[in-house]
């Protein structure tokens, strides 16, 4: 159903978690500011996705749905209150499938699943298990009649924010080097590759090719990248807390970044930095780094892959017989495509 433009005023966006998720759903806020230029635009997430809307352009203001601090009758009123014209459900769920029918919207977008199709009047059809997440967002736009003019996930930081990680790179001598992110963090723990392996690799990436690794983190992770250097023969960097926009530039001033499938890894393809994905559990058609220069590597062989558990039942094979020979390979595959060796 094509909605008709002209009378649509005020719009929602709803993607609620996690961080890599909803940097995914920012492919939709440039072409709904193209199609409705004069429209003030809303997006509706929880804490942890704050920072990756913020500079957004096409977004004039993030809601924040604090689970501490309100409760969901609270949050049907909020989004009640600011009489939207149009809410585009992202997330789906049961909870946002309930705001959306409340929000008093005339036109009310979500898909296809389960015990919600009462709540949209416009319904896409969930292709999440056949294309990437990205046009999985993009189908709401196109049952919209939206089209679809730009592909790209938005992500924005400050001159500030480049200034803070230039200085800490110059402080800690690293300017200039050729550096590797490495990034071991992972939702869940199916999808996280050893300790012991990331420290071996980058071992090896330091005698190869003479890297420089950082060792990035966030809230919670510091004792394990602490732990990893404290694996390893040879030196690495770990810096200090930064926020996700202060990440984002660390991660553009690697030449490349090696990661498992977290928020951190697409924000490294967001920024443009060539990425290896370290896929198990998850299928990287539908959730790896996006873009055309990234690679991923798996174990291959294994009929399990893809299964999407958070817990596994048969000893996490995956990850825990991928070898430190394979990701090194499929390392040197990556430095060769995009041509990011170090001369």
Known sequence: MVVDRSAIGRILIIKLRAVGDVLLSTVVTKNLRLAFPDAHIDFLTEPPGVDILRGNPHVDQTLVYDRSRMTGLGLIRLVRSRKYDLVIDL???????????????????????????????????????????????????????????????????????ESYVDEFLARVQLSGRFCVGLNTSGGWYTKRWGADKFGGLADRLIDRYGAAIILTWGPGQLADVEHIRSMMKREACVPPATTLQQLAVLLKRCAIVVSNDSGPMHIAAAVGTPVLGI?????????????????????????????????????????????????????????????????
């Open 91 to 161: 997330f789906a769920n049961p909870r946002t499938a309930l705001v959306t029918r409340l929000s008093g919207a005339a036109h009310r977008v979500g898909y296809r699943f389960r015990g919600r199709t009462y709540a949209y009047n416009h319904v896409a059809e969930p292709r999440g298990s056949q294309v990437h997440n990205t046009q999985f967002n993009l189908d709401a736009l196109e049952t919209l009649g939206i089209p679809i003019e730009d592909r790209n996930v938005h992500l924005y930081f400050s001159r500030q924010d």
């Open 279 to 343: 896929y198990g559990p998850t299928n990287p058609q539908l959730q790896g780094p996006y873009g055309s220069k990234h690679l991923v590597v798996r174990n291959e062989g294994l009929d399990c892959l893809g299964c999407n558990l958070t817990k596994c039942p048969i000893g996490h094979p995956c990850m825990l017989e991928l070898s430190v020979d394979a990701v090194m390979e499929a390392v040197e595959r990556l430095l060769a495509k995009t041509g990011r060796s170090p001369a």
